[in-house]
């Protein structure tokens, strides 16, 4: 089966959170995360790369090493060290590291203090008041895992938006290339954009005798046949990811693009309305009676309830509909609005490139400007600057900013916000730079008056410019500070 870079990406993420529990060199454990993230960015597919007899070693992060790895994942669709990895460690350890919250040092804890096996385990341990009795952890943290481990049973899966795209977008090239097959379209939340899909919705038209669903079901990265029938079917690929088929006849197109694309909230706005107009609105089209007056686009679709086209990106039902009424839509933002970016990393701490080399790319994408914003000294895992270390790479920037036309460079800075509301670096350090990014990375745990607290209080620095990723949310592993 094809192997994808988040598929290379997910299993040298596993590979650093067995790594990290089995306590190996933290170097190791950074090159294998650095080498995911890379992978799980890169534009171009891996597979393609390869066959341009393209060196990995030109990556960031990838040496001989990592780079033999990625070739083996692509020719085998798995990785020796991670299969060895297995061996050394119980299943449930994999499962485990699913739960938000659960990162590989408390995985490992709580394997080693309570030889936890199972989920139901982890679960009767919490229940059992057996968790906070672990060294690091306490009554609030149980609380939490137990949550936790509750919502993980009762919740379907979910998958990042990025990782998703990457599966729907090869899927529908190969259906692209089936005779007799017109258009193809993703629809659902995939095309609302929405941070994470629970499945992939794909409206296809084509003539006649088309093979379809043929094709559709026999696709080599399908595992499982959960229905087929003449219009419909539903097949779940290799990567667990459930794809949902539709077959359309052109006629129908915009409205069965409008109807599987969703939100149900949404479409049951605008089927209200059209029936106060004497309509009615389904997959096939747009009806008064038993004509059909619209359907072939979702213009039309909009247009025959008296509305406006409407950005799939809009469509949850949150006041777009009432925008739409009185001409109020917001334009979305395209990548040629952009100006600038005020929040980025270069490898002088976890980032990947030097500073010259992203001036390089902020240039070709017409940027007028940037700022650096390392992390601070705080992290330590990703090498975060000290005092020392910002004022030299703020003098680089002066140096470098004396060359540019065109472009600015900005000082900044990705500052620690501690857990008493002051900041990793001090402010004599601080006034020297243009703009300073706040930032949690700690303490996630904390009631929702102090966190609040710590936050304003930070906030109220004098040099405080940018609070970053305000609630500390990261998807599939950490849920949003209280």
Request: hydrophobic share 40%; glycine share 8%.
């Given at each position: ?164 795209t990457q599966y729907a977008n090869a899927l529908i090239a ?43 079901t026999t696709y080599d990265e399908v595992t499982q046949v ?172 002066d140096q470098i900013n004396s060359t540019l036309s065109g ?76």
């Open positions: 089966m094809p192997v994808h870079n988040a598929d290379i990406s997910a299993i040298f993420e596993e590979i650093a959170d067995l790594l990290e529990i089995e306590a190996a060199n933290p170097f190791r454990i950074r090159a294998y995360r650095k080498a995911a993230r890379i992978l799980n960015e890169l534009p171009q597919d891996i597979r393609i790369l390869l066959k341009q007899n393209f060196s990995l070693t030109q990556l960031p992060g990838v040496g001989d090493d990592l780079a033999a790895k990625i070739v083996e994942i692509v020719e085998s669709g798995s990785c020796g060290l991670l299969r060895r990895l297995h061996k050394e460690l119980p299943p449930v350890i994999t499962e485990l590291l699913h739960i938000p919250g659960l990162g590989p040092k408390r995985v490992k804890a709580l394997y080693h203090h309570l030889d936890v096996h199972t989920l139901e385990q982890l679960h009767r341990a919490a229940q059992d008041g057996l968790i906070r009795k672990i060294p690091g952890f306490g009554e609030k943290t149980e609380l939490n895992i137990l949550k936790a481990v509750e919502s993980h049973a009762s919740q379907a899966r979910r998958f990042k938006l990025a990782t998703t190969y259906l692209k290339e089936i005779p007799g097959v017109l258009q193809v379209t993703a629809a659902g939340s995939l095309r609302r954009m929405r941070e994470t899909v629970g499945d992939i919705d794909i409206l296809v038209t084509a003539t006649e005798h088309a093979p379809v669903m043929h094709g559709f959960l229905s087929v029938g003449k219009t419909r079917a539903t097949v779940v690929l290799k990567c667990k990811i459930q794809v949902d088929l539709r077959v359309m006849p052109e006629t129908s197109y915009g409205a069965a693009l409008h109807y599987l694309t969703g939100s149900k909230a949404h479409n049951i706005a605008i089927r209200r309305i059209a029936q106060k107009l004497g309509l009615k609105v389904n997959e096939y089209g747009v009806f008064k009676a038993a004509t059909r007056i619209a359907g072939e686009t979702e213009d039309s679709v909009y247009g025959a309830v008296g509305l406006p086209y409407i950005p799939p990106e809009l469509r949850e039902d949150r006041g777009e509909i009432e925008a739409a009424m009185v001409g109020k839509l917001p334009n979305l933002v395209q990548i040629t609005d952009l100006r600038g970016d005020l929040h980025v990393h270069t490898k002088a701490s976890d980032g990947s490139d030097s500073i010259q080399d992203m001036v390089e790319a902020a240039k070709s994408l017409g940027l007028e400007y940037m700022a650096i914003t390392e992390h601070s000294r705080h992290l330590v895992m990703v090498h975060g600057l000290d005092a020392n270390g910002l004022l030299r790479q703020c003098d680089e920037i472009m600015t460079l900005l000082k900044g800075i990705e500052v620690d916000i501690l857990e008493d509301g002051s900041l990793d670096l001090p402010d004599t350090i601080l006034k020297r730079l243009d703009l300073v990014v706040g930032a949690v990375h700690s303490k996630f745990n904390l009631s929702r008056a102090k966190q609040t607290e710590r936050i304003l209080r930070a906030m109220e620095r004098p040099h405080f410019t940018i609070l970053a990723h305000p609630t500390g949310r990261l998807l599939e592993n950490r849920p949003p500070m209280m």
